[in-house]
């Protein structure tokens, strides 16, 4: 079976993921004790993460432990090379690397953002999998998931999943 790429993400009811400011305050608005929407499940069918240089300092200055330490994990850059204690640092075409994981042996493969990134996948139609919870927000303006100017690609939903904090879960596979 061929490995998946899913990205897997939130989003704010127009389309973005973070404020200008990189902020994501907003995601706060559902947090809920022991609600996870369903990332527990997603991530036990992962193996390999890819992310933008710009999500992975965010993460790390989370100041919490690297949430992927289980996981091969790549990060897409123009400044840096090699690895550290958690990634591996990648500057090459990005369909390159995407063939190269899918032949491996193993789950699926998470991206994890950002805008940059998704929109590359998009264009060169490298993904198979969205899942997309929305925030009960308008945030007006910021880091939009969608850009323009990618090839149409149709969508069948699998399921949609509401929470009582008013977030909307949607999974498409792209057909």
Same mark, same amino acid.
Not at 31 to 59: C, L, Q, S
Not at 60 to 73: A, Q, S, V, W
Not at 88 to 95: C, E, K, V
């Given at each position: 079976?061929?490995?998946?790429?899913?990205?897997?993400?939130?989003?704010?009811? /127009?389309?973005?993921?973070?404020?200008?400011?990189?902020? %994501?305050?907003? %995601?706060?608005?559902?947090?809920?004790?022991?609600?996870?929407?369903?990332?527990?499940?997603?991530?036990?069918?992962? +193996?390999?993460?890819?992310?933008?240089?710009?999500?992975?300092?965010? @993460? &790390?200055?989370?100041?919490?432990?690297?949430?992927?330490? /289980?996981?091969?994990?790549?990060?897409?850059?123009?400044?840096?090379?090699?690895? /550290?204690?958690?990634?591996?640092?990648?500057?090459?075409?990005? /369909?390159?690397?995407?063939?190269e994981l899918r032949r491996k042996e193993g789950k699926d493969?998470?991206?994890? !953002?950002?805008?940059? #990134? @998704?929109?590359?996948?998009? *264009?060169?139609?490298?993904? +198979?999998? &969205?899942?997309?919870? @929305?925030?009960?927000? %308008?945030?007006?303006?910021?880091?939009?998931?969608?850009? !323009?100017?990618?090839?149409? *690609?149709?969508?069948?939903? &699998?399921?949609?999943? #509401?929470?009582?904090?008013? %977030?909307? *879960?949607?999974?498409?596979?792209?057909?």
């Open positions: 079976m061929k490995k998946k790429v899913i990205l897997y993400i939130a989003m704010s009811l /127009d389309g973005y993921i973070a404020r200008e400011n990189n902020e %994501l305050d907003f %995601l706060k608005i559902v947090e809920r004790a022991g609600e996870d929407y369903g990332y527990y499940d997603f991530i036990k069918n992962i +193996d390999t993460v890819v992310m933008g240089r710009k999500t992975y300092d965010m @993460v &790390l200055d989370f100041g919490i432990p690297f949430p992927h330490k /289980d996981k091969k994990c790549y990060v897409l850059t123009r400044s840096k090379s090699g690895s /550290d204690e958690n990634v591996t640092f990648y500057n090459g075409a990005l /369909d390159k690397l995407i063939s493969i998470f991206i994890d !953002g950002g805008a940059e #990134t @998704v929109n590359e996948l998009l *264009q060169l139609k490298l993904i +198979d999998k &969205l899942i997309i919870s @929305v925030i009960p927000v %308008l945030l007006g303006n910021g880091i939009k998931l969608f850009n !323009g100017g990618r090839p149409e *690609q149709k969508l069948e939903l &699998l399921r949609s999943s #509401t929470f009582s904090s008013g %977030l909307v *879960q949607l999974w498409y596979e792209v057909k």
